[in-house]
T-cell receptor
Framework: DGGITQSPKYLFRKEGQNVTLSCEQN?????MYWYRQDPGQGLRLIYY???????QKGDIAEGYSVSREKKESFPLTVTSAQKNPTAFYLC????????????FGPGTRLLVL | GESVGLHLPTLSVQEGDNSIINCAYS??????FIWYKQESGKGPQFIID?????DKRQGQRVTVLLNKTVKHLSLQIAATQPGDSAVYFC??????????FGQGTRLTINP
């Protein structure tokens, strides 16, 4: 069963705590992406990676960090520097070639306690 | 600036009617466009895409129209069904791989 998986589905963060969201894909895609979605709004790009061991900041990278040690995995850490972390986080992947569709995972909803 | 809150544009249609969802994009250099469907609590699902060298593309029950002159996209859904209820986003590709999403339109189907 091919696709993109994200875990957990719901995540609770305490004040001052770092939390890590998991994203795994078995589509053999080179590129992976993290987006944030706030209620009633579109998606905004946090970070993206076009190849293993390389990643670039998106439009709202402050307070987040990522790593890309394996092709199939692109975890996102929401650090304590992110003052408004409550949102729906979506991971996507694509082949990495120009003008190719990005496919999304089911999302992780992060809530602050 | 950003809008705050849940004031998504909405479209209500009768079951069986055709739906047309519109989207204005911002960058005249964008050359690839995608429509996504997002059901509540789920990730966006790919519906159809179109490249800038085309002005129309058809899929199963869906058609996308692209008007580059006025930077406008539309998604037409034929014979709308209850399962079509969702929020629909258009996205434009800026540069090689960066997608920029619109605000979305909530489609509601009336029985």
């Amino acid at each position: 069963d091919g696709g993109i998986t994200q875990s957990p589905k719901y995540l609770f963060r305490k004040e001052g705590q770092n939390v890590t969201l998991s994203c795994e894909q078995n589509l053999n895609h080179d590129a992976m992406y993290w987006y944030r979605q706030d209620p009633g709004q579109g998606l905004r790009l946090i970070y993206y990676s076009q190849i293993v061991n390389d990643f670039q900041k998106g439009d709202i990278a402050e307070g987040y960090s990522v790593s890309r040690e394996k092709k199939e995995s692109f975890p996102l850490t929401v650090t304590s520097a992110q003052k408004n972390p409550t949102a729906f986080y979506l991971c996507a992947s694509s082949t990495g070639t120009t003008q190719e569709t990005q496919y999304f995972g089911p999302g992780t909803r992060l809530l602050v306690l | 600036g950003e809008s705050v809150g849940l004031h998504l544009p909405t479209l209500s249609v009768q079951e069986g009617d055709n739906s047309i969802i519109n989207c204005a994009y911002s960058n005249s250099a964008s050359d690839y466009f995608i429509w996504y469907k997002q059901e509540s609590g789920k990730g966006p699902q790919f519906i159809i895409d179109i490249r800038s060298n085309m002005d129309k593309r058809q899929g199963q029950r869906v058609t996308v129209l692209l008007n580059k002159t006025v930077k406008h996209l539309s998604l037409q859904i034929a014979a709308t069904q209850p399962g079509d209820s969702a929020v629909y986003f258009c996205a434009e590709m800026v540069g090689a791989q960066k997608l920029v999403f619109g605000q979305g339109t909530r489609l509601t189907i009336n029985p």
